[in-house]
């Protein structure tokens, strides 16, 4: 994740207002929910009518294409075909006709332009004008449906639609009664992958990506990659990293073609290329020996960029080429810093970018890059070159987003508003904070102009999973699908049905139960207000020996809210779960959210352990060489035993060892794993090494020897009061 300034925020936001309104989700039981009245669509189409009469599934069912039929009109055909093989069992027959069957039931799909489908939209008033090329129609009626777009990301787009009003009845199924009108607000829907920060994504993941995200209507996924593109010629590039082959590459781009996703890189071509400039053989083309940021004088630089130009443009076809130069901090402070002196910083940036701009642009291709640089230097804007598109991106909550999106306005740049999915360095994602960014910073970005969002997912320590993300990226497709702010409670009680396939909106609200620990561990106290500030749940407190002076200090503060802690990460769990056979779709991103509440509640549990041994350890100082030895000598059991409360912790962290080893193969490629593996090692040898510790000092005892003070081993002062 690229930093963010969340200094001086100060505004205190009722989270009734925007995001734990999820907690007042409807629970009434499937179908009545799914009712021809409350269609569960997510994104919410513009133009929506609901009737009382739905269309009847029957076995006699045809699913007809007006001929003439291309691929892709196919393809979207496909997808209704297995959604209701999905619901009813029966694989329905998809038919090319030049005209819809009379009298028989049939799903009849086709272009704007066919001749009978003009007249079919005309007996139905149901006009395609000024939809556009993504936009559609779709009417369901007793005895038929229509679906219909100018150009196939239209036609499979109402698909789509279509495919969330499919609701069992028994062993059948009907189609919730529509008449939709529907079009995008934004041209680019975006989410990336970050394949630089540790884990790299399998093909088959990212296939399950692409899947996802189109069935939601966004049209891009942008990898993020530094060294994760291996250069022919250049056999260091990506040597320590985990990287897709070529082929990979070639068969990824083509898989998502079909489904109207355009697979976009980004590469670095400025700044953020430590993994590159760490090697002799690269580090003398860097502003500092070994540093992140390339030099604008070194003369070699430019060669090595289009050597990355001339192998990666060929494999992915998308128009749009994403060039980085973020976070350029060190510009200036080695071999430029006296041409940033002589020339100013903004300068020597902007003809850095501009060369950059200038290769890229030879092979045909739209330059993006990032804007923050742009957003601290404004006066470089008019300068930038026009008709480029813009990546303004910031990650956290703000009363108002107008210092990303103000200065380039009028600018003739075009404008992405990039916000983020929360998931970085956190044991759960913040979906609060997330849906305040991506909500308010895209729904001011419409009313700039911005012609696309890309919602973020980073990886920074290089533990972070995509999986838990996903209610982040599914809220980022409605708000740049949708003409305004969606609501987030209204997107709640529809996200189970449209995600998992699971009427029981239980499940939306056991994740967002579960992201809520963020704002309980960042108060220290039960919280009902999100306060613009992100995280709490940090991946780093895991680590944390709570025997040292930093985690004694972290275990005080959170001793309040630990129980609540584990209440909750528990009780989500356990919806996960329970939850996971009814799941219909994606039940296999549940696995990732039950190891986040339980390495939630591994956290709390250690926070408790580490007060309860503390108390039994001062019990046993206190009944030293006393009539009470046996007392302490049962305080002793309670530490380390069979039973011990470090055995526990021990235990539970073997189990999420395991655990993540798992998850991390389902997602990602392995050689980068044992990096993280090793971290959770480490973990349980601390519980190990202090349940040996403790033995000796047990042992020490029974022949004689006094206890250690609890000052020594790090132990918490005894609490006034505390339960002996």
Wanted: proline share 6%.
């Amino acid at each position: 994740m690229h930093s963010s300034n969340t200094a001086g925020r100060r505004q205190v936001w009722p989270v009734r207002c925007i995001l734990l309104l999820a907690f007042a989700i409807c629970i009434s039981a499937f179908p009545s929910h799914l009712s021809a009245q409350q269609p569960m669509l997510i994104p919410q189409p513009r133009e929506l009518h609901t009737r009382a009469q739905s269309f009847q599934v029957n076995s006699n069912l045809q699913i007809v294409l007006l001929t003439s039929v291309t691929s892709e009109d196919h393809f979207a055909a496909e997808s209704v075909q297995k959604e209701l093989k999905l619901v009813t069992g029966q694989e329905f027959p998809i038919v090319g006709l030049p005209e819809p069957p009379q009298g028989a039931p049939a799903i009849v799909m086709g272009r704007f332009d066919q001749p009978a489908m003009r007249q079919l939209l005309s007996a139905r008033h149901l006009s395609p004008e000024g939809v556009g090329a993504e936009g559609y129609v779709l009417d369901v009626q007793s005895g038929a449906v229509i679906i219909a777009g100018k150009a196939g990301a239209g036609l499979y787009y109402g698909a789509q639609t279509l495919r969330q009003l499919i609701v069992p009845v028994g062993q059948e199924a009907r189609i919730l009664g529509v008449q939709v009108r529907d079009w995008p607000a934004m041209q680019y829907r975006a989410t990336q992958v970050d394949l630089s920060r540790g884990p790299v994504a399998k093909l088959s993941f990212l296939k399950n990506v692409v899947r996802n995200i189109a069935q939601f209507k966004m049209n891009q996924l942008f990898v993020y990659m530094e060294d994760s593109f291996r250069l022919e010629g250049q056999p260091l590039w990506g040597i320590l990293s985990d990287t897709l082959s070529r082929s990979d590459w070639n068969e990824l781009v083509a898989y998502a073609a079909p489904y109207h996703v355009t697979i976009v890189p980004r590469t670095e071509d400025c700044g953020h290329l430590h993994k590159v400039l760490r090697f002799e053989q690269y580090s003398g083309m860097g502003e500092r020996p070994h540093g992140h940021v390339l030099a604008p004088e070194d003369p070699h630089q430019m060669d090595l960029l289009k050597t990355m130009y001339q192998q990666m443009l060929p494999v992915f076809t998308s128009p749009i080429y994403f060039v980085g130069c973020d976070e350029t901090f060190a510009l200036g402070t080695g071999r430029s810093k006296d041409l940033v002196a002589k020339e100013g910083y903004g300068k020597v940036y902007v003809d850095h970018l501009n060369q950059v701009a200038q290769m890229v642009e030879s092979y045909n291709k739209q330059v993006m890059f990032s804007g923050d640089i742009a957003t601290s230097h404004p006066e470089i804007i008019p300068n930038l070159p026009k008709g480029q598109i813009i990546d303004s991106w910031v990650y956290s909550a703000h009363d108002s987003y107008d210092k990303w999106l103000k200065p380039f306005e009028g600018s003739g740049l075009k404008i992405f508003t990039c916000p983020w999915v929360g998931n970085t360095s956190v044991m759960v994602p913040d979906y609060e904070e997330a849906a305040y960014n991506i909500g308010h910073f895209l729904a001011e970005g419409k009313k700039a102009g911005a012609i696309g969002t890309i919602v973020k997912a980073w990886n920074d320590d290089g533990e972070t999973m995509f999986a838990p993300a996903w209610w982040s990226v599914i809220y980022g497709a409605a708000c740049a699908w949708e003409e305004g702010l969606p609501d987030v409670k209204d997107f709640n009680r529809k996200f189970d049905w449209d995600f998992f396939r699971d009427a029981d909106p239980g499940l939306v609200e056991a994740i967002m139960n579960l992201g809520h620990i963020n704002e309980i561990m960042r108060a220290g106290k039960p919280v009902e207000t999100f306060d613009m500030r992100y995280g709490g749940a940090s991946d780093g407190l895991f680590w944390q020996n709570p025997f040292s002076p930093a985690g004694r200090e972290q275990v005080e503060r959170m001793l309040p809210v630990a129980s609540l802690i584990r209440q909750t990460a528990e009780n989500s769990y356990t919806t996960f779960v329970n939850s996971a056979s009814r799941a219909k779709r994606n039940a296999d991103s549940l696995e990732s959210l039950e190891f986040a509440a339980l390495r939630l509640d591994a956290l709390g549990m250690r926070y408790q352990f580490a007060q309860e041994i503390s108390e039994r350890y001062a019990e046993a100082v206190a009944s030293q060489g006393g009539q009470n030895r046996r007392r302490g000598g049962r305080g002793f059991s309670d530490i380390s035993s069979t039973n011990g409360r470090l055995q526990d912790l021990r235990d539970y962290t073997t189990r999420l060892t395991e655990l993540y080893r798992q998850l991390w193969l389902s997602e990602n490629l392995p050689n980068w794993m044992p990096n993280i593996l090793q971290l959770y090692r480490r973990n349980s040898d601390l519980w190990q090494d202090l349940i040996a510790k403790f033995s000796d000092i047990r042992y020490g005892l029974r022949n004689g020897q006094p206890l250690p003070s609890p000052e020594s081993l790090g132990l918490l002062p005894a609490q006034p009061g505390a339960k002996q």
